[in-house]
């Protein structure tokens, strides 16, 4: 009698650990409990010893319905994926509205968001300035000219320049992939995305390494600018314009070496969360995270599953459970 009250009671407690798991969005018996790294919780981070350590930092605003700048749900795939293949990292996810107000310790910041104001952060700036990885994904890449720009140029090699470079939705034939560490694994692709391209970068493009670039049909300025106007913020200018009519080919990802050894890495597509499972769109962005953290990039690329449909939308929903239950 006492042994089977015994049991009913490990069983009840047992259930309420379970409960109080799922409540506070923590996988149970996600693999090996213990080694699954709590991608909110940050003093965990801070305290980790001998580990590289990466800072998301995701945008929440909604933009064109589910599906469009899903950023926390890309974030919560990348870090989680780049924990689980990397026992030496650990990677955390932020929001921008509660973003962190000290980086000290980490070795990566990775932006994807709205607005530009984490190019004139005093916490990434220190970051930057102790030579952390930096990398920018689809409207992260955008800032304004002037101080934040200047800021890109120094971290990632380039950005996206309002009145400069434009952003219409295409689809580029990436027949030829760049060579570089954080292409490996990445064989040619096409697939539909807001490409921005005619980016600003570094004088020369020294230190830049380009690793997608196409030539963008002309209608992706002429559908949305007409020549001799004013220039657009977005849409379209004479220089665009030029360089598209020239047939130059368009850099929309690239890997930027800094003069001080500091790495920097720009993707400029990724406004559908669907084209997270697109499998070289998926590595790659895997590998960049990698590369601009100094981890060391595999022969064939950091090693990551296909993404279903269902995995791909939980991940949103992931999203907004952390928001509500974490509170991030
Ligand atoms: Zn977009």
Redesign the pocket.
């Known amino acids: 009698m006492v042994k089977r009250q015994a049991r009913l009671v490990r069983v009840w407690l047992g259930m309420v650990v379970l409960g109080v798991c799922f409540a506070m969005g923590v996988p149970a018996f996600a693999g090996d409990a213990k080694k699954v790294r709590d991608i909110y919780d940050y003093e965990a981070q801070k305290a980790a010893k001998g580990v590289k350590k990466i800072a998301f930092i995701a945008g929440t605003e909604p933009?064109?319905g589910r599906g469009?700048?899903e950023f926390l749900a890309a974030a919560i795939y990348l870090a989680t994926t780049i924990n689980a293949e990397y026992p030496d990292a650990y990677a955390v996810v932020h929001t921008r509205k509660k973003g962190p107000k000290d980086l000290s310790h980490a070795d990566a910041v990775i932006i994807l968001m709205d607005h530009g104001g984490w190019a004139v952060n005093p916490a990434v700036k220190e970051a930057m300035d102790r030579k952390a990885g930096f990398m920018a994904i689809?409207?992260g890449v955008e800032v304004n000219k002037g101080e934040q720009g200047q800021h890109f140029l120094k971290w990632m090699g380039g950005y996206f320049e309002p009145f400069w470079s434009v952003?219409p939705h295409w689809i580029p034939k990436f027949d030829t992939i760049g060579k570089h560490e954080t292409s490996r694994g990445v064989k040619p692709f096409a697939v539909n995305d807001?490409w921005y391209y005619h980016m600003r970068f570094v004088d020369g493009m020294k230190g830049v390494t380009p690793v997608l670039q196409a030539v963008p049909p002309l209608e992706t300025i002429t559908s949305r600018y007409k020549e001799g106007t004013k220039a657009g913020g977005h849409n379209g200018n004479p220089d665009a314009l030029k360089a598209v009519q020239a047939k130059q080919p368009q850099v929309v990802a690239w890997a930027y070496d800094r003069p001080d050894g500091g790495r920097g890495f720009g993707f400029t597509g990724l406004?559908f969360h669907k084209n997270l499972g697109e499998d070289n769109t998926r590595t790659l962005l895997l590998n960049a995270v990698a590369w601009v953290s100094k981890l060391p990039v595999p022969e064939t690329g950091v090693r990551n599953q296909s993404l279903s449909r269902d995995e791909l939308e939980k991940l949103i929903d992931d999203g907004k459970l952390a928001i509500s239950r974490r509170g991030i």
Request: overall charge negative; glycine content about 12%.
């Open positions: 933009h064109g469009n700048h689809h409207y952003n807001e406004h």
